[in-house]
């Protein structure tokens, strides 16, 4: 049964940082390594948005909220994926989860970000 493990997430102060982490549990590497990485969030009281992602090749993109604050990285040997998010502000608090194809998800970790 392949399970995506989240953990990274907590509380943190405005212009602080977290590294989120997904480890891929019994995915096989050939259904790891060539599908698309992402995170995305989910606000309260909002949809689930598109944080950022990775294709097998390294391409990343990033929604504009978040381009040159937050990284997405990948590493295969580990199945892991992460999101090291930078200079954080009160609007990035949300549940954050990770998707991994089309089909696997995580169960998602809480943000929060006070002022």
């Known amino acids: 049964q392949v399970r995506l493990l989240e953990s990274g997430g907590g509380f943190v102060q405005t212009g602080g940082s977290l590294r989120l982490s997904c480890v891929a549990r019994?995915?096989?590497?050939?259904?790891?390594?060539?599908?698309?990485k992402a995170w995305y969030r989910q606000a309260p009281g909002k949809q689930r948005e598109l944080v950022a992602s990775?294709?097998?090749?390294?391409?990343?993109e990033y929604s504009d909220s978040v381009n040159g604050r937050f990284t997405i990285s990948k590493d295969n040997s580990r199945k892991t994926v992460y999101l090291q998010m930078n200079s954080l502000k009160t609007e990035d608090t949300a549940v954050y989860y990770c998707?991994?194809?089309?089909?696997?998800w995580g169960q998602g970790t809480q943000v929060t970000v006070s002022s």
């Open positions: 998707n991994i194809g089309e089909d696997f």
């Open positions: 019994g995915m096989i590497t050939s259904v790891f390594n060539p599908n698309i």
């Open positions: 990775i294709s097998h090749r390294g391409h990343t």
